[in-house]
């Protein structure tokens, strides 16, 4: 059992929705067998996060560096950016636009994803 490692020595994937966006998956069900995920995005200038819901998850979004907008259906919009932390509930359509600044997040799903 793996209890620490250095986040340089994982890789960078796609985004299985948002094209020219990268996760790096930090903790994970599938690979440490436990009840949530969690993850870096990386979300470029000019790239987005479209429109989307997790039926089954909380989302946990804590920005580390980057200026962009979140869109959260029943709550409108409002700055995501260091100092923010933001919880979407499961079932909640959210998004990301208007990338300002190279956005990497702290992204934190319970239960866990696939």
């Known amino acids: 059992m793996k209890v620490w490692q250095f986040v340089e020595e994982i890789s960078w994937q796609p985004h ?4 020219g966006v990268s996760i790096k998956p930090l903790v994970s069900n599938k690979i440490d067998n436990v009840d949530v995920t969690c993850m ?5 200038k000019g790239r987005e996060v479209p429109d989307h819901i997790h039926d089954q998850q909380d989302d946990i979004l804590y920005p580390l560096k980057g200026k962009a ?3 959260v259906d029943g709550l409108g919009s409002f700055s995501l950016e260091p100092g923010v932390i933001v919880r979407i509930p499961k ?3 959210h998004r990301i636009v208007d990338i300002k600044e190279e956005l990497l997040i702290y ?3 319970h239960p866990a994803l696939i």
């Open 40 to 44: 870096l995005v990386r979300i470029p």
């Open 91 to 93: 079932g909640i359509k």
């Open 107 to 109: 992204d934190v799903f």
């Open 69 to 71: 907008t979140m869109w």
């Open 16 to 19: 299985p929705v948002a094209e």
